[in-house]
């Protein structure tokens, strides 16, 4: 049991690491991310994928991705095809990302992620790990709202594998859908860290995550850091954080301001 505590206590800061509210600067820009995602301001949603050889998700992960956000924002979202950049060698902190960012795209504006009506969010799909990784912890992915960055770690589970219908199936395509969405999910704001609760869903201890296993938004990520098999792996979002989204879309498209 206490082994259990352990690994427990070690593995949920791994989805936390860098993606609740607190990782958001004093000076924020106007709009949020989640409410511009939400509000009736933009029209377009756009993913720049920047991309390590090798690591690119599936094309059928990235069509999920494109129909969930475009039924969530009801805005067009547009899935680029993703440009491969150089191995960035891993060991990364969060001014690393930004920097691969100012680095590798061509469509974010000079500042923010706002360019008229089009939101633009960069996907990063990087070799290596955060620097903060170690043999306990592992960052599967990693959002910087205020810059519209997306960052994901795919070598961190590329060989993983999951038990469907007794037999051991590679995960990796589920993985990163998973991933995906939960990162999205904090770009949404979700639960809590930045769109209001409908009903309290909120994991104690884990602000920006969920209490659900069966959400991607669950606090608790489907492997452990150095794992080779996964558990079961969340496919989406489970009804309080849909209910979260669509009430606080509907709250901006009444005009409510966006709250402080
Ligand atoms: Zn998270």
Known sequence: VRAA???LALAAVV??????????????????????????????????????DGRVPSTEVFQDITRELARITGKQV????????PEQGGDYRAKDLERIHRDTSFFAPEAGFLSGQRI?????????????????????????????????????YRDAVTRVNGTWEPARDALD??????????????????VPMVRDHVAPGHPGHGNNPKSVMYYHPPMA???????????????????????HRARLAAGAGPLG
Not at 24 to 31: N, V
Not at 177 to 194: A, D, K, T
Request: with cysteine; charged share 15%.
């Open 78 to 85: 547009y899935v680029l095809k993703p440009t491969s950049v």
């Open 177 to 194: 859908r998973y991933v995906l969405l939960h990162e999205l999910g904090h770009c949404l704001g979700l639960v809590g860290n930045g």
């Open 15 to 52: 989805m936390l690491a860098g993606c609740t509210a607190a990782s958001l600067p004093a000076a924020a820009p106007s709009p949020r991310l989640p409410d511009a995602l939400l509000g009736p301001g933009a029209t377009q949603v756009v993913v720049e994928v920047s991309a390590v």
């Open 120 to 156: 633009v969010l960069h996907l990063l799909v990087l070799d290596g790990a955060m620097a903060s990784d170690d043999t306990e912890r592992m960052t599967l992915g990693r959002s910087l709202l205020h810059s519209g960055i997306v960052a994901m770690f795919p070598d961190g």
């Open 225 to 247: 850091p150095g794992a080779r098999s996964v558990g079961a792996i969340p496919v989406g979002y489970d009804a309080d954080d849909l209910d979260d989204l669509a009430a």
């Open 5 to 7: 505590r352990r690994w």
